[in-house]
Each structure stands twice: as C-alpha cells, then as structure tokens.
Nanobody, 122 residues
Framework: VQLVESGGGLVQPGGSLRLSCAAS????????MGWFRQAPGKEREFVSA????????YYADSVKGRFTISRDNAKNTVYLQMNSLKPEDTAVYYC????????????????WGQGTQVTVSS
C-alpha cells in the first residue's frame, strides 16, 4: 500500500490549494478515503472523509463550507480542494484509507501517506 500526497505549499490567507493523494497497492474503489492534518505541537485531527463511491462525505466543522473532498476511482486519487484558507489551516496534511467507514477516529485508519505541508501566511 502506498499513498502519496502532493499539492501543498505557501498561500496567503483567503487563497486556495488543491491537494492530491495518489494511491497504489490496493483496490482503491473498495476503501474509504480521508484527510487529516497535524499542526506543530498539536494532535492529528480529522479534516474530511469520503465513501467508496464518492456519494458520502464527512467534514470537520472547522472546514465545512470551505473544503471539498472528491475522488476519481479511475485514477486511484483522492483530492482536497481548500478555499478561503486561514492561518489556522497551517499544518501537515495526510491522506489515509480504511475499510471501516467514515470516521474521524484516526486509530481506525489503516495506512497513511507521508504528508504535505500547507502554510497559510501573508
């Protein structure tokens, strides 16, 4: 199993970024996919998750209305479109997979990528 995130970077407050997570080594369409983030000195926190077909989504209250998760099962890729970014969104963003369901509990996610840094600053 391999998950590789990309798309992070430095952006000004109010700006946008689109993260990608390319998956390999498993049957992507059979797995729930999620995004988490971890800021310096803080615990890893749930951001968003999507069901296997893409019809179900789940967001943390802190990003609802600003972030959008999507997936392309033909490309084995999950995305996180982040709009109206705030300094408090600064963190390392990780994608993960599991077969359990749409859960915010990080312990129930099986495999993780290496993360991509997002920095929101003027």
């Amino acid at each position: 199993v391999q998950l590789v995130e990309s798309g992070g970077g430095l952006v000004q407050p109010g700006g946008s970024l689109r993260l990608s997570c390319a998956a390999s080594g498993f049957t992507f369409s059979n797995y729930y996919m999620g995004w988490f983030r971890q800021a310096p000195g803080k615990e890893r926190e749930f951001v968003s998750a999507m069901g296997r077909s893409g019809s179900s989504t789940y967001y943390a209250d802190s990003v609802k209305g600003r972030f959008t998760i999507s997936r392309d099962n033909a490309k084995n890729t999950v995305y996180l479109q982040m709009n109206s970014l705030k300094p408090e969104d600064t963190a390392v963003y990780y994608c993960a997979e599991n077969q359990e369901g749409l859960t915010r509990n990080s312990k129930l996610w099986d495999y993780w990528g290496q993360g991509t840094q997002v920095t929101v600053s003027s």
